[in-house]
């Protein structure tokens, strides 16, 4: 029995929709001859490429033209070549070098890369090299005295040294472009710190951009949003070169955890290679565990953040030689390193984006072969929706994606860096750069000498939390001994690095002994849990510190603004892994974190469920936390939003907060607002279509709420979102209750 039999004839999952892409090559335009300079051209022929699509016929004109350029087009089509083919060509004209510094977003894609960019640029005598932290010194010797036509890198690199290499800040000022490849990956947090280390390239050098990606919902806004500047966009098609079948399950007797790791396990015994994605490093492990627990583990391995570099590159190595067949990742494999050939993609969960989706999508099949992507649903509200409308899941386009240039805490580490990068004037600023730069003095990082600024002793060691790949607020997982398991940003971390909490790390169970949140490091020790976890329960103090904007969405009332928010964990559940099965709630000794984000207050309609008082407050505080609950679900769907971008509290009064859940912001909020209507129209097909008495796992309930989801009502919430809607009701209160405790 094949794998697409086992699949379909199983009775332990229910078959929700089957989609077969036949191959869709594109067709050619030209001959590459016709296109490009002779010895160009010759070097692309004999690397197998014989004919331009139209777009990297269009890239290539746009690029020679002198404008900023972003590549739009699917996965392995050529983007590579179509924005190497100019800059070759100028490399073979000119003796200043480098030419182009050409980013990856990590430096294992870089490297992976550099040998497809050396395939050409060695066959016309250009010299390639790559700049990482892994680079030795005797080739930096050489890098600097002979420096390369291209210079291939990433941006925690171009960061490092910026700040304390000039050698390689006299390399970048000769350059004439900055190519930023998978530069859909630059949003939320990390599109903050990537807008900030640009403009500190350009105090260096004014370069011409040229952006790619294989998704991407919004190419010209967003390029704008990230680069600073308009760039001409072109759009090519997303092709495939082989069949692609996928199939959208929901198991009937289990969890989608376990289905996942079912699916693994007829990957192995079939011999093919498959890659199961999950959201985020708990799940991944949960579905390792489940393989090890049968025997499987060792025919499959973990790849995620968190873990360390030599142990992500042995995975990768591993699966690449068959060692393995399969690699439970988090989105850290949708990227285009090179793994090998891939037949069957399991999602464990559904990707908080269409872009996401299509970027795992892209890594099966990629040799020809017949692909397979296994979906899987489960019962959670998006799932619902997906089930309820198979046909919406295949029918989306990418979505916009957004980022926070005014994130301060992202903001204020980089005009640090700026400081070190050389020395600062306020005529380089912007207005609210300019405001920083000024509290950044007035706390003793930053002096004053004539015009200029220059870090002081205490900015430099402020400047030791600048990390491009989150925030400083990282709490570090250690064990009784002192080694090093991992980490976990704040918020989330005290969520999951509570006192008592169940913590998952390479297939096996730990239990947090202690958190200190004052040098943030978490103790934890060997536990036998292997069934079991554990969810936060907390209570939430939000604070609008200024408002920024006031207005109506849909006639609602909202002010979007500047939150302090104050997050206390006084105990958790302890639930059965296998099937969320509440054990019992336990309270510990509250641990509280206090950061400061964007958010807004929606003043939502007042409904009047009861006549009588104690009920009708009863029944307003269940419907008001069930719509915020599923605002923040179909945000998922409408927004592309993952699952810890956003969170939220809700008043019975009807205030209801939700604010970005990244320390200073990750601009989710913002997109929420300007596609409000929509977010509300996913938000009640949700819970209108949900065949539940009054609220499930399927519409209403929230993986990360902070009471066990207590006090919902999915028919409450359907009339709240009906009215709005509607344009109907007018709010009770017009500020967030100081006097009421809110539900998390």
Not at 85 to 97: G, Q, V, Y
Not at 220 to 242: C, I, M, S, T, Y
Request: hydrophobic share 40%.
């Amino acid at each position: 029995m094949d794998f697409l039999s086992r699949v379909l004839g199983d009775p332990r999952r229910e078959i929700v929709y089957v989609k077969t892409d036949a191959p869709e090559p594109p067709d050619f335009c030209c001959d590459v001859g016709a296109a490009l300079r002779a010895e160009v051209a010759e070097a692309l022929r004999r690397a197998g490429v014989e004919r331009l699509y139209p777009f990297q016929f269009d890239a290539i004109r746009s690029i020679r033209s002198g404008r900023d350029t972003v590549i739009i087009a699917g996965t392995g089509l050529g983007k590579t070549e179509a924005f190497l083919a100019p800059i070759l060509e100028d490399s073979l004209d000119t003796f200043r070098t480098p030419v182009a510094v050409i980013m990856y977003p990590t430096k294992a894609l870089a490297r992976d890369q550099l040998g497809r960019i050396r395939a050409l640029a060695d066959r016309l005598g250009v010299r390639a090299m790559v700049y990482d932290g892994d680079t030795s010194p005797r080739e930096r010797r050489i890098l600097y005295q002979s420096p390369p036509h291209i210079l291939v890198t990433n941006p925690d690199m171009v960061s490092q040294a910026l700040m304390y290499v000039s050698k390689f800040r006299q390399l970048v000022s000769r350059s004439r472009y900055v190519v930023l490849d998978d530069f859909h990956v630059y949003n939320g947090v990390l599109g903050s710190h990537m807008f900030y280390l640009l403009r500190r390239l350009e105090r260096f050098v004014k370069p011409q951009f040229v952006a790619t990606s294989a998704t991407l919902g919004n190419p010209a806004e967003f390029a704008e949003l990230l680069l600073g500047r308009k760039a001409n966009v072109v759009q090519g098609p997303r092709g495939r070169r082989g069949e692609l079948v996928q199939v959208l399950v929901r198991p009937r007797f289990r969890s989608k955890w376990a289905e996942a790791a079912d699916l693994a396990k007829a990957c192995i015994e079939e011999g093919l290679k498959c890659l199961v994605f999950t959201d985020s490093h708990r799940y991944s492990e949960m579905i390792y565990r489940s393989l090890k627990l049968e025997g499987y583990g060792e025919d499959a391995a973990v790849h995620r953040a968190g873990l360390g570099a030599e142990e992500r590159s042995w995975v990768e190595e591993a699966f690449k030689r068959g060692e393995i067949n399969v690699v439970v990742a988090t989105p850290t494999l949708e990227l285009g390193v090179d793994i090998g050939d891939v037949d069957v993609a399991v999602l464990a969960s559904v990707p908080p984006t269409f872009n996401r989706y299509l970027q795992r999508v892209g890594r099966v099949g990629r040799r020809g072969q017949t692909g397979y992507v296994v979906q899987i649903l489960g019962n959670d509200p998006i799932s619902s929706y997906y089930r309820n409308y198979p046909d919406e899941f295949f029918a989306r386009s990418p979505e916009p994606l957004g980022l926070e240039r005014e994130n301060e805490d992202v903001a204020s580490l980089h005009m640090l860096a700026m400081a070190v990068d050389r020395p600062l004037r306020e005529e380089e600023l912007s207005p609210y750069q300019i405001r920083l730069l000024e509290a950044l003095a007035s706390a003793g990082y930053l002096e004053k000498r004539g015009r200029f600024y220059l870090i002081s002793k205490a900015g430099r060691e402020k400047l030791s939390d600048l990390s491009l790949r989150g925030s400083p607020h990282a709490v570090k997982i250690k064990t009784a001994d002192g080694g090093l398991l991992g980490h976990r940003e704040l918020p989330l971390a005290l969520y999951e690095l509570h006192p008592e909490a169940i913590y998952a790390h390479g297939g096996s169970t730990y239990m947090v002994k202690s958190l200190d949140l004052s040098r943030k490091v978490a103790v934890v020790e060997p536990t036998d849990a292997e069934d079991l976890t554990t969810q936060a329960l907390e209570d939430m103090e939000p604070h609008m510190e200024e408002v920024l904007e006031e207005r109506r969405a849909e006639g609602i009332l909202y002010q979007y603004g500047r939150l302090r928010i104050k997050i206390s964990v006084y105990g958790y559940a302890l639930k059965r892994f296998t099937t969320d099965e509440t054990l019992g709630e336990y309270r510990i000794e509250p641990v509280s974190y206090e950061f400061r984000t964007k958010g807004a207050v929606f003043y939502m309609p007042h409904v009047r469920f009861s006549p009588n008082d104690a009920v009708d407050w009863e029944a307003r505080a269940k419907g008001y936390h069930a719509t915020e609950h599923v605002l923040i679900s179909a945000a998922e769907i409408a927004l592309g939003a993952s699952k810890t971008d956003l969170g939220g509290i809700s008043y019975p009064d009807g205030a209801v907060v939700i604010y970005d859940s990244h320390v200073g912001g990750n601009g989710t909020t913002k997109l929420l607002l300007g596609n409000f209507r929509k977010v509300a129209e996913v938000a009640f097909k949700i819970v209108d279509r949900c065949d539940c008495a009054d609220g499930c796992p399927k519409c209403v309930y929230s993986p990360y709420c902070g009471n066990n989801n207590k006090m919902l009502s999915r028919r409450n919430a359907a009339e709240i979102l009906r009215r709005i809607l509607r344009g109907e009701g007018a709010p009770a209160v017009g500020e967030i209750p100081r006097s009421a405790r809110g539900i998390v």
